[in-house]
C-alpha cells in the first residue's frame, strides 16, 4: 500500500515545519509528508490526499482532486468549512485545544492592563508626564472580587478560568450545553447555558466571548445585550469579530457604557484605517495574534499527529466540523 500522502502549508525550513515534522516522524512510511507554501504549495495539491492548512479557497480546492480530509490550523471554521469543501464529503477538523494557554495569557494580560490603568499610564510615560492621579476616584483597581464572566466554556475558556482563579475572582461561565465539560476539573462559580445569558450578563466586571461563531452566535452581544451589562465593565473578544455588534460596542465605550474593551477580533480584519475603534483610548487592539506563540505550532502538531493515527485506522477523527453544530 502506497503511504498516505500528506501535504502542510508551511515553509519546509521554518520552525513550524520543524515542529510538524518532528511529532510525524513516527509516520514513516505509512505517511510521505511534503511541505510547501506559495505556488510550491498550489503545484502539490493535484496529489495531497490530506492538506494541513488554515484553509483552502474554492479554486485551491478544485486542485485538490484526491483530497479526502482538511486539518485546519484555525479553531474557527466558520468562512472554512463551506459546502464546495462539505459537498464533496471532505473530512474537515479545526485545532480547537491548542490556543488555549497562549489565548489565556493574552486575556489576562488585557484584564491586568485595565483594572491596573495602564494604557494612561503607558500614554503618560510616552509624553514623558509624572501622572500619579488616575481619572477613578481610586485609582487602579484589582481583579479580586471581581467577577468574570465566560461565554464559552471550550477548551478556551477553560484555560482562562484556570488562569483567572489565582487572581481571586469569581467565575461565571455560559456555555451551550451547560451539562457538558470539556475539563470539569476546572472550576467555576456558575454554569448556565446560552439561553441565560441575559440573566447574567449584568453581573460581570469583565466579559470574555469565546464561542465559535455560528448564526446562534453572530451579533451575540449587541446593544440590546450591552444595555444589560453593568456601567463601568470591560468586553474583551478573543472568539471572532462578528460576535459582537462592532458599532454597538463603539457606541457604548464613547458614551462611558462600558469602561473598556480588549479586542484581538473584529468584524473586518484588517481593521480599517478609517474605523474609530483606532481613536478610543479606553480600547486595547491587538491584530488578531492572540494565538499565536511559538507553542501553538508544537501542540498543533501533536493534535494533527493524534488524528492522522486515527485517520489511519479508520476512527473517527477530534474537531470534526458537526454542520449541525455549525463548528
Known amino acids: ?64 482532486g484526491r483530497l479526502k480530509w482538511l486539518s485546519s490550523v484555525a479553531a474557527g471554521l466558520d468562512g472554512i468549512a463551506r459546502p464546495a469543501l462539505l459537498g464533496r464529503g471532505v473530512v474537515v477538523t479545526n485545532a480547537s485545544g491548542v490556543h488555549g494557554p497562549n489565548i489565556a495569557e493574552h486575556v489576562l494580560a488585557m484584564m491586568l492592563m485595565f483594572t491596573r490603568d495602564l494604557p494612561r499610564l503607558y500614554r503618560a510615560q510616552l509624553a514623558r508626564r509624572w501622572e500619579k492621579k488616575s481619572s477613578r476616584e481610586h485609582g487602579p483597581g484589582e481583579l479580586t472580587g471581581q467577577t468574570l464572566l465566560i461565554v464559552g466554556l ?26 457538558s465539560r470539556h475539563d470539569p476539573g476546572v472550576p467555576v462559580d456558575e454554569l448556565v447555558s446560552l439561553e441565560r445569558l441575559d440573566q447574567v450578563i449584568g453581573q460581570a466586571d469583565h466579559l470574555c466571548l469565546a464561542v465559535p461563531l455560528t448564526p446562534a452566535t453572530r451579533h451575540l452581544v449587541d446593544a440590546r445585550r450591552i444595555a444589560l451589562m453593568r456601567t463601568g465593565a470591560y468586553v474583551y473578544n478573543i472568539s471572532r469579530g462578528a460576535v459582537v455588534d462592532e458599532a454597538a460596542l463603539v457606541e457604548a465605550l464613547s458614551a462611558g457604557k462600558l469602561a473598556g474593551a480588549g479586542l484581538d477580533v473584529f468584524e473586518q480584519e484588517p481593521l ?28 498543533a502538531a501533536a493534535l494533527f499527529a493524534e488524528n492522522l493515527d486515527r485517520f489511519l485506522s479508520g476512527q473517527t477523527l477530534r474537531n470534526q466540523f458537526d454542520a449541525a453544530r455549525g463548528y
Open 154 to 179: 471550550g477548551r478556551i475558556g477553560d484555560a482562562i478560568a484556570a488562569r483567572a482563579r489565582p487572581f481571586g475572582l469569581r467565575i461565571l461561565a455560559v456555555k451551550r450545553n451547560a451539562s
Open 272 to 299: 480599517p484605517e478609517t474605523s474609530p475603534l483606532w481613536d478610543l483610548p479606553n480600547v486595547i487592539l491587538t491584530p488578531h495574534v492572540a494565538g499565536l506563540t511559538p507553542r501553538y505550532f508544537q501542540r
Open 1 to 64: 500500500m502506497e503511504p498516505l500522502r500528506v501535504l502542510v502549508e508551511l515553509a519546509p525550513r521554518s520552525p513550524e515545519a520543524e515542529a510538524f515534522r518532528a511529532a510525524l516522524a513516527r509516520f514513516a512510511g505509512r505517511a510521505g509528508v511534503t511541505f510547501a507554501d506559495g505556488d510550491d504549495f498550489q503545484r502539490a495539491l493535484p496529489d495531497a490526499e490530506v492538506v494541513v492548512a488554515q484553509d483552502l479557497s474554492d479554486d485551491l480546492l478544485a486542485r485538490a
